[in-house]
Structures are given as C-alpha cells and as structure tokens.
C-alpha cells in the first residue's frame, strides 16, 4: 500500500486525532479514577468506593441492578418475536418496519419519557380513557414499574435492532435442511435459530442494560424524586452535593460493572461463534 | 391462517406501543386546555406562543449549532485519522481502536463525568465551547466506526494504477479511494448528527449554568411543570424528522428509476 510515502507521515497525520483522544478520552477517566481514590486532602484512599456498601447507596445499587436486568429481559421477551416475524417478511416490507420501529429513537429521549408522565398521571391520558370505559384505572406512575416501563420504552429498538440484524443473516439454506433432516419446527428453533442469533442478542443485551443501569433522567422523571437508582445518586453528588471524590469513587463502581459486562459479552460471543 | 394471523396482531400491538406516546404528544399540543388530561378544545395557541417565546428558540438554535458543528469536525477529524490508520503498524492501530471504543462502551454518565472534571481542571468556563469538545469526542467513534470497515475492504491496486498512468497522488486519492468512502463518511455524519442531537447526560454534566439545549431545557422544566409550548415544539420535530427520512428514502431510490 504506497497511499502514504513513509510511515512519518501516517503518524504526523494521525496525530492530531491521537492528541484528541489522549486529552479527551484518556485523562478524563484517569481524573475520575485519580478523584474516586483520594480524598478531599489528595491522600490516597478506598473509603469512596467502599461507601457503596453503606445500607443507602447499596439499596440504590441493588434497585438499579434489579431494574436495569428486568427491563432487559421484558426488551428481549418483545423483541425476539418481533425479529423473528421481521426477518420472516418480504425485504421491501420489513425495511419500512424496521425503519418504523427505530424512528421513535429521532424524537428527543427527554420528550419520549415525558409523554409517558403523561400518559401514566394519575389523572393523565391513560387513566381519563379507562374511567369513560368504566374500568378501574392504573396507578403506577412514581413506582419501580413506570420506571421499567420508561426503560422499556427509551431502550427497545437497540434490541430489536441487532437481534433483527443477526435473524435476517441466517441462511434459509441451513433451516431447511434441519426440516429436511427431519427436525420439528420447536428442535429447529433451538438448536439452529436460536444459537445462531446469540451475537445479536447478546450486544443487545449489552446495549440495554448498560443504559437501564447507568440512567437517572428516566427515575427522575417517571419515579417521582423518591425512587432513587444509582445514576441519580452519582448525579446528586456532582451536581448538588459537589462531593466529587464520591461521585468518582461510584463511577468507579459502575465502571466495574461495565467491566463485568464486558467480559460476559466476550465469553458468550465466543461461544456463539463455535455453536 | 393462525399464525399470520398472531404476527399481525402482535405487529401491531408492538407499533401501538412504540407510536401511542407520541400521538398522545400531537394531539396535545392542540388542545386548549392547561390541563394534560382535559380536552378543553381544538388551538393553535401553543404554536403561536413558540415563536415568541426566546428560551425555546434559543435552545433549539444552540442545540442545532452544536450538532451541526460537532458533526463537521467529528467528521473531518474522524474520516483523516481512518486513512492515515492505513500507514500505521497494526499494533498501534490497534491501540487507537481500543481508545476509541471507550466512549461508546463507558455509560454517558461517567463520560459526561469524566468530561467535566477535565473542563473544571484546565478551568474552561462551561457553556457552548465546552458542549462542542464533548460532542465532537463522543461523536468522532461513531464516525471511525463506519468508515473503517470500508477502508480496511479497499483495493489500493486502483489508487496505485493511477499514480502509475500520472495522476498526482491528490489527484488519485480523490478519484479512486475517497468515492469508496463516501457511503461511510455519511453515515457516519449522520449517526453523529443524531447522537448530538439526542444527547441528554453529556450536554447535562458539560453545560454549566444558563446555557441550555433543547434536552437540558426540557429537564429541568420537568420539575417546575411542563409547558404546552414544548408539545407544540416536539410535535413539529416530529414531524420534520419524519419528512427529513422520507426524502433520505425517497432519494436514492428515485436516482435508480432514472437508471
């Protein structure tokens, strides 16, 4: 490849990229690390992280991780179906889907969730039509539920999408000759369709929960303010508290646990490549 | 039959789902009443009152500049990195991958965290500059990710044999090998674009006070009460993202049926 005379130049015109990415990507997170394992007289000190484990902090912990992996595995109840059915259609029909279903995504996050408050008040849309119907009314709003829901609702296209993706890739060739061998259509779902769709679901997966877990507009907005998750309390120590170190030392936290989840995603991609 | 039957239903249940919010959003911003759950009458109050109302132009003209901006430097900075990755030793091309994949891995807000500590550090007063240097680094991966694949699948024999028959290399380079990459400079524009667009956590942790973007605006007046005028602006966003698909649909397909 002789695109560049020498390799100087390659790197001369990386460089600048280079030096964005240094000051940008990497000095930010080693300041997040630097500010998570000091305290406010810049000696070195675990007791930030360690402050996870207080009942307070733990309990929002503990909701969001609970909250985050429920509304994964509702996203990923719906969208399997959802995949399946699209990658079963015709090509011309099923790109206008898709394109049907990822377009609520161009409407600002913010707004979305905000219909729902609408939706879910007490004496909002939802409610209004099921009293003129004679039916008892919901009251979820301010609940753990809503705030699934909201999740649910903000998240879902980035499961359908890849879960579509890996779908549609199968070759028809393999399902048929699984029929052909005499395989029933449920043996055909789970020892072809299914191992063969892991990649998508796993990135799914990843780019649901990561999300659900980390949010706190979402909790805000449809959990009232009392329903506090984690994010909300990082939020709270930047943005009110202005205790920076503790708010280091729980992005620290959540860090392992993006960390975890990443090595989950790289063993079962391993895996679902052999399969 | 049962099943298509099934799949219909479900279809639809789905796009019931996905389309009642933000139905429920247009019919509101047409009714009279302050109330969300009373329909006091068919306005057009609301639209009026946008236009005069600053707080909300000024949003939507910072949120807009930012996300245009943001997209011509992640984009420009994004695409030359990819063509100079070509010369670079694989190992360090790899390392650079590895970076870049960090924001898109990392949760916004430890980015949008991480970011701000930076800006408080090298004492840069928070507001419009300090958004577009967010913007541009988590947009530039979004960038590299689509145009890479198409760099690493090039054939250079073309670009060569150019140079070969007396193109200059300038010449060749934007004959043979920027062509190939266009596909994935746009796309990744407008991937960019829409991040920027859509951002909420950055922008929230990067802004400082009294500047705010359509998403920061937005949430804080969740706590003080929404106004009606935010209905009336989503539904026209709406509606201008819908005819900006339909002609980004109709476009190429238009240019084959002249083919």
Known sequence: MKLFKNKKSAYLMSSPYIAWALIFIVVPLCMVIYYGLTDSHGAMTFSNIATIAKPGYLKALRRSVVLALASTLVCFILAYPLGMILSSMKLKRNTFLVTLFILPMWMNFLLRTLTWMTLLEGKGVINTVLEFLHLPTINIINTPSAIILGMVYNFLPFMILPIYNSLSRIDDNVINAARDLGANSLQTFLRITLPLSVPGIISGITMVFIPALTTFAISTMLGGSKILLIGNVIEQEFTQLYDWHLGSGLSIVLMIFILINMVVESIFDKQGGLS | ?259
């Open chain 2, 1 to 259: 039959m049962m099943k298509k039957v099934f799949e219909r239903v479900y279809l639809a249940l789905l796009l019931i789902f996905m389309y009642a919010p933000i139905v429920t959003l247009i019919v509101l911003s047409f009714n009279s009443s302050k109330s969300r759950a009373k329909w006091g009458g068919f306005t057009l109050n609301w639209y009026v009152n946008l236009m005069s109302d600053e707080a909300v132009a000024s949003a939507l003209v910072n949120t807009l500049t930012i996300a245009v901006l943001a997209t011509v430097f992640s984009t420009i900075i994004g695409t030359f990195t990819c063509i100079a990755m070509i010369g670079i030793s694989k190992k360090m091309r790899s390392v650079i991958m590895g970076i870049t994949n960090i924001p898109m891995i990392n949760a916004d807000i430890v980015t949008g965290i991480s970011l701000m500590l930076l800006f408080r550090f090298l004492h840069l007063s928070s507001g419009f500059s300090t958004i577009l240097l967010a913007h541009i680094t988590f947009n530039i991966p979004f960038v590299m990710l689509s145009v890479m694949p198409r760099i690493k699948n090039m054939n250079f024999y073309v670009y060569e044999a150019a140079l070969d028959l007396g193109a200059s290399p300038a010449y060749a380079f934007s004959k043979t090998v920027l062509p190939d990459l266009v596909p994935g400079i746009v796309s990744g524009a407008l991937m960019a674009f829409t991040m920027s667009l859509d951002d909420f956590i950055i922008t929230y942790f990067t802004k400082g006070s009294g500047f705010e973007t359509l998403s920061t605006l937005i949430y804080s007046e969740v706590k003080k009460g929404i106004k009606p005028e935010i209905y009336a602006l989503s539904a026209i966003i709406f509606v201008v993202v819908l005819v900006l698909l339909f002609i980004v649909n109709r476009a190429p397909a238009s240019k084959t049926n002249k083919k």
